[in-house]
C-alpha cells in the first residue's frame, strides 16, 4: 500500500515537467533559433523594451542620466491622466491661464494670458504640440504651481521605479539638475501605456489646431508607420534630440528610446531601426493564463485528497520568433502538503527555462480551498504520510 504512494512522489516532478511541457508546446523542436547582434545606432543612449514583460531587447548606456527635454512633458501628462482617472479633475474643467504659462519659452501651444481654456485642449497641447505654455498651466491647475507639481512628478516617479531621473519643471526647459535615462523613459512610456489606456489614442494624433494654429505633431514616425502609435520627442541644445515610441504589431508591443541624436531625422530612423530589429527577431507570448491548473496534488489530512495548482495572473514572455517550442518548464512543489489550504496559499515554484536561461520564476498558488479534514482521516493520513516518507 505505501509503495506506490512512495513511488507516486518520487515520480511527481517527472510528471510535472512532462505535462508542462505538453502545455507549451507540444513536442519538442531541437533547431536553434539565430539572431545576428543589434543595430548600431546613433545617439548617446538607447533602448528597446517589451512592455509586458519589462524585457530588456537591446540597449547602450541605457541608465546614463542626460537631460530629458520635452520628454519631461510624458511625465506632466501622466500625472494629469492619473487626476482624470481618481477624478480629481475633468476634461470639461475650465483651467486660467496665468501670466507665467502664457509668458513660458520655447514651443508653445499659443494660450491666452487672462483666457480658460479646457483641460482636455491643454492635455492634447501638450501631448501634440508639445506646449510648455500647457504643460505650466496644468501644473498649476492641478498643483497650485509649478514647483508643487514638480514634487508631484518626482514623488511619481520613485514610485515608477525611475530611480535615475529628477525633474525641475513640468515643461523639459533646460535646468542644471534635470535629468533622466532612457531606461526610466521606457518605464514611463509603460506606465502610459498600461495605466491610462483610454487617453493613449492623444499620443498617436497627428495634429491638432488651437487659437486656428495648427501644429504637427513631432513623432514623424506617426507618417511612416502604421504600426506606432506614441508617444513624445524632444530637443534642446543640451539635449540633442530624442524620441520615445512605441509600435504595436500582431500581439507584441515594444518601447523604443533614444537620447541624443543629432537630428530629428536621425531620431526617427534611428528608433525605426530598432523597432524594426525588435519586431523581427522577438515576440510576446502568454505561456500560462490565470486560474489555468497546470498540476494536481496529493493533499494530506484534508476532505479533499487533491488539490488544483496554477498561477494568479497570466504569464508572459519575450522570446526569440519560434522559440516557444524550446522552452522547458518545471513546477516544484510541496513535498508535503497538508490542510487547510487556502485559495492563493503558495504550495511551490515555476521555473520555465530556454537554452538553459530563466525565463520565468515565480510561485504556484492554490487555486482551490481544501479544509482539514474530520479527526479519523487526519489521523489516517498521519499513519500513511508516515510510512510513506521512510522510503
Known sequence: MNLPMALNLMIRKLFLILSLATLLAGHAVAQAVLIPAPPQIAG???VLMDPLTGRVIMEHNSGERLPPASLT???????VERELDEGRIAMTDMVPVSVKAWQTGGSRMFVREGTQVTVEDLLKGVIIQSGNDASVALAEFVAGSEGAFVDIMNQQAKLLGMNNTNFENATGLPAPNQYSTAYDLAILAQAIIEDYPENYPLYAVKSFTYNNIRQPNRNSLLWRDDSVDGLKT????????????????DNTRLIAAVMGSSSAQVRAQEVQKMLNYGFRYYESARLFRAGQELVESK???GKSDQISIGLAEDVYVTIPRGAKDQLESLVDLDSVIKAPIKVGDELGRIQVTLDGETVVDQPVLALTEVPQGGLFKRLWDAIKLFFVQLF
Open 73 to 79: 512633458k510624458m511625465m506632466t501628462a501622466y500625472i
Open 44 to 46: 548617446s543612449s538607447w
Open 299 to 301: 493533499v494530506w489530512g
Open 234 to 249: 524632444g530637443h534642446t541644445e543640451e539635449a540633442g534630440y530624442c524620441l520615445v515610441a512605441s509600435a504595436k504589431r
